[in-house]
Nanobody, 122 residues
Framework: QVRLAESGGGLVQAGGSLRLSCAAS????????MGWFRQAPGKERVFVAS????????QYADSVRGRFTISRDNDKNTVFLQMNSLKPEDTAVYYC???????????????WGQGTQVTVSA
């Protein structure tokens, strides 16, 4: 019913910026939360940021707060992740996800994209 497709990943130098996009197609659940997660090699998938449709609830992981910004274009069913001051530790596959209710837990999200690789060189 709902499909998510990430884009915008790539290779950047430490200190640089990158903007990820996630386009949703199909029937969009409402209310719902759009979130970003990431998974580094050999590690578990972890929460990065999330935002509800109305923007009343916006959350960031401590590791990215102040550097990353999540935004949404509800009319286009697209969520973005602006990543600034990137660090090598940010290197991971970034996943876009959606859930009917507000959540920062990966287990609660029902729809997932295939991920986009972000590599930050030292």
């Amino acid at each position: 019913q709902v499909r998510l497709a990430e884009s915008g990943g790539g290779l950047v130098q430490a200190g640089g910026s990158l903007r990820l996009s996630c386009a949703a197609s199909g029937r969009i659940l409402s209310p719902f939360t759009m979130g970003w997660f990431r998974q580094a090699p050999g590690k578990e998938r972890v929460f990065v940021a999330s935002r509800t449709r109305g923007g009343t609830k916006t959350q960031y992981a401590d590791s990215v707060r102040g550097r990353f910004t999540i935004s949404r274009d509800n009319d286009k069913n697209t969520v973005f992740l602006q990543m600034n001051s990137l660090k090598p530790e940010d290197t991971a596959v970034y996943y876009c996800a959606a859930v009917e209710v507000f959540s920062t837990e990966a287990e609660r999200y029902e729809h997932w994209g295939q991920g986009t690789q972000v590599t930050v060189s030292a």
